[in-house]
């Protein structure tokens, strides 16, 4: 069982930036695929960015495409998500997902990852 951990949460005018980042305990993310994603209150999770583990593959919703970007960094064992142009509707809670790299699905259009959810980290963006 693979555990991640999301920090970097926090309160963030709108306009702002925020990075999250997504780490594994006890495991190296080299062969895992990451994806970001998040849910309001009342409404369903939802995908929002995901990487292939070789980072050849990734996945961004149309809601965040071009202001947010994903990221590996191997030798912190860190996934990121840099959130630009925060708006009042990406307030959420944000989960990271990973999946061993021989399951789930990443392409441009599509994002299926479902194996080892992390607790999530609140993002509120809000004057």
């Known amino acids: 069982q693979v555990q991640v951990v999301e920090s970097g949460g926090g309160l963030v005018q709108p306009g702002g930036s925020l990075r999250l980042s997504c780490t594994a305990s006890g495991t190296t993310l080299n062969y895992l695929n990451i994806g970001w994603f998040r849910q309001a209150p009342g409404k369903k999770r939802e995908g929002v960015s995901c990487?292939?583990?070789?980072?050849?593959?990734?996945y961004y919703s149309d809601s965040v495409r071009g202001r947010f970007a994903i990221s590996r960094d191997s030798a912190k064992n860190t996934v990121y998500l840099q959130m630009n142009g925060l708006k009042a509707e990406n307030t959420a809670v944000y989960y990271c997902v990973a999946d061993r790299w021989d399951l789930g699905v990443i392409e441009a259009t599509r994002c299926i990852l479902n194996e080892n959810w992390g607790q999530g980290t609140q993002v509120t963006v809000a004057s």
């Open positions: 990487i292939s583990y070789t980072g050849s593959n990734t």
